[in-house]
């Protein structure tokens, strides 16, 4: 079996490895990221007056399981409003709050989200979001300007570079065909915890790249990677696919 190497999150590791499983590949789970709630930020978001927003909007598929996990939970308020989602994984979490999902691409990404999100008849006021995301990944509040939402961000969380994680590429790196990104914040911790496998990947050598959607690509870019793959769709049937793509061609 061709080995890969899967960087996904500790939660999120799992179901994509049981899809490489199952299409004939060999994973290798190095988790690149575990994320950390900022306390202070959850609190301020408590006291949020609701009428400030009108409803959530939900880049990050991670960002729910966080919450749950930690002792304050999901902020009540945020059960009485309406959620618009970047991508379809998150959907099953976001219903299980009991909450109405008002909008969801069917292209599970950014570009899938403006292309498709109806646009704002003339005259009528802007769709204000809230956007719970991450200190190091935030929305461009001018992208959506022009769909008829007002955008704005709130870090909630960070992106931490696990413990071991060097060891770990050390154990798996040998051998593997492809390196699978789902964050912008995986790349640069690659590069932080292993810079002689970055420079490989910098020179073309090494795993095949493998990145989610426009964001990762924009970090494997910003380190000179030229040689990579990109998910037809940022999820992990996208991984799968792109996989099939690089590793046959």
Known sequence: MTRVINTRPRQQAPALSEALRAAGFDPAEVPLVELALFRDALAILRKLPETLYDGVLL???NLLPLMREAEEGIPEA??????YLIGSRSRPDVESLGVKVAFVPEVSSLDGFLHEFPAREPGSPLLRLLHPC???TRLEPALFTSRGIDVHNMAVYEPRLPEGSAELLDEAWRGAKAALF?????VHHLFAAAPRKGRDLALGEGPMP??????TTR???MYGVDRFAQCP???NAGFVEALRRAITE
């Open 233 to 235: 769709t940022a999820d």
């Open 78 to 83: 945020w059960k009485t409003k309406p959620w």
């Open 219 to 221: 970090a494997l870019r």
């Open 134 to 136: 991450s200190a190091k």
């Open 59 to 61: 880049s990050s598929p």
């Open 210 to 215: 493998i990145s989610i959607g426009a964001s």
């Open 182 to 186: 789902a964050s912008g914040s995986a």
